[in-house]
């Protein structure tokens, strides 16, 4: 008997098997429902079963999970009038706690607003000792990388797109050399018959600027730096050179422009381009493509000019000045020649008012400042190891002193004059 038992297991397949137990898991699913349809061809997964339920054996105590527990775990049935004193009890120890809390919550909020007084009192002091701070600890500078302006969401509005100006800005073809020619040459006439002819002009040191345009030593980049009080500074200051440097697209400065303002349509964008203005647009800091090639021009040992105010200074007040010039000068591969200069007048020539009609006979006062000779104090910068942020500041602290100075001067020059 029980060789024909074995014989006749030995001759079912496991494909038999799985088909008798897919009958059989389809029958309980009809009849019970706990199991899911879910076939793969022709064996059946068991995907879920019925909760697990231990066995008696295994918990002999009765626990949460049986009748017995539960109601082992039932309060007893209690008289109406002794919950009720439970209850008022309960109520009293309430607001004990509750007494007992209140002095302890003020205790803790007063603590709390002296703990924040003092930590914005240090809070400041820090800002103000860090700045100062000359070497970092360690003698290590942290590790900078200069955010990417492709992927910076300043939410500076840019009326027209400009990334198009950079490109040729940093390599000029012949074609665009030869209309910079053209244009530069336009503008510095017109510069040079306002400013001489139309108004009355008087130019004190000019022969500093000259030497440092002219007879500076190869390779070594200029930096000029000067107030801004019109919209005619540049290119009008610029009328006080010779012919042969103003007219000159080889020899006339780099100057940066408001994006906002001269490049808000194509025929604007190519006049400024030609005329050797570089977009920058206010608001992007430090770290953007006008400050870069900016750079880049003082690496080629050419004339950069900055205004570090950042814009039109109407008011005439002293203003603290933007620290993108510091980084230019700090990054140069060499370090440039930095000529300060100051002008009083040129908001008469074109007021800051409508209808912005360039005026006749009206008194300009241009000073040329002594060149500020940062070179040991920019490579002790370096060898420091200062970080570059508070390198940039200490640079054009420097530059806002000669600044206050030349002002000074110059506003006296312009009151003397008849």
Not at 36 to 48: C, E, F, N, T
Not at 130 to 135: F, I, Q
Not at 263 to 279: D, S, V
Not at 361 to 381: R, S, Y
Request: hydrophobic share 35%; proline share 8%.
């Amino acid at each position: 008997m029980l060789m024909a038992i074995y014989a006749s297991l030995r001759r079912i397949r496991p494909d038999h098997v799985n088909l008798t137990a897919t009958r059989c898991l389809w029958q309980c699913h009809r009849q019970e429902r706990y199991l899911p349809r879910i076939i793969y061809g022709r064996h059946a997964y068991i995907l879920s079963v019925r909760p697990f339920v231990q066995a008696p054996e295994a918990r002999p105590l009765p626990d949460d999970r049986s009748l017995p527990g539960l109601q082992q775990q039932q309060p007893p049935h209690k008289e109406p009038e002794q919950q009720q004193q439970q209850e008022e009890e309960q109520k009293k120890q309430q607001q004990q706690q509750q007494t007992q809390t209140q002095p302890e919550a003020q205790q803790k909020n007063s603590t709390q607003q002296t703990s924040t007084l003092q930590v914005t009192l240090s809070t400041d002091s820090i800002r103000q000792t860090a700045e100062r701070e000359l070497k970092p600890q360690d003698g290590r500078t942290p590790d900078r990388e200069p955010p990417n302006m492709a992927n910076m969401s300043s939410g500076v509005e840019i009326p027209y797109p400009i990334d198009w100006i950079f490109p040729r800005l940093r390599n000029p073809s012949r074609l665009w050399l030869i209309t910079s020619q053209l244009v530069v040459t336009i503008v510095g006439i017109i510069s040079k018959f306002v400013l001489i002819l139309m108004n009355k002009t008087q130019v004190y040191n000019k022969e500093r600027l000259m030497k440092a345009v002219a007879k500076r030593p190869k390779g070594i980049p200029l930096v000029t730096v000067s107030n801004h009080y019109s919209c005619f500074d540049d290119p009008g200051i610029w009328g006080m050179l010779p012919m042969r440097y103003v007219c000159n697209t080889f020899r006339i400065r780099w100057s940066m422009a408001a994006h906002d303002i001269c490049f808000t349509k194509k025929i604007h964008a190519m006049f400024f381009m030609y005329g050797k203005c570089i977009p920058v647009v206010r608001g992007n800091g430090v770290y953007q493509e006008a400050i870069n090639l900016c750079i880049e021009k003082c690496a080629l040992g050419q004339w950069v000019h900055v205004f570090p105010e950042g814009k039109v200074n109407m008011t005439k007040e002293e203003m603290r000045l933007k620290w993108g010039v510091g980084r230019i000068i700090y990054e140069s591969p060499r370090i440039p020649i930095i000529v300060p200069m100051w002008h009083e007048g040129m908001d008469s020539v074109l007021p800051n008012v409508e209808p912005y009609k360039l005026q006749w006979g009206k008194k300009v006062t241009v000073n040329i400042g002594e060149p500020l000779d940062l070179n040991d104090f920019v490579q002790g910068l370096k060898d420091t190891r200062v970080p570059e942020p508070v390198a940039r500041k200490l640079i054009t602290d420097k530059i806002q002193d000669a600044f206050r100075d030349l002002r000074n001067e110059t506003e006296r020059l312009h009151g003397e004059r008849a």
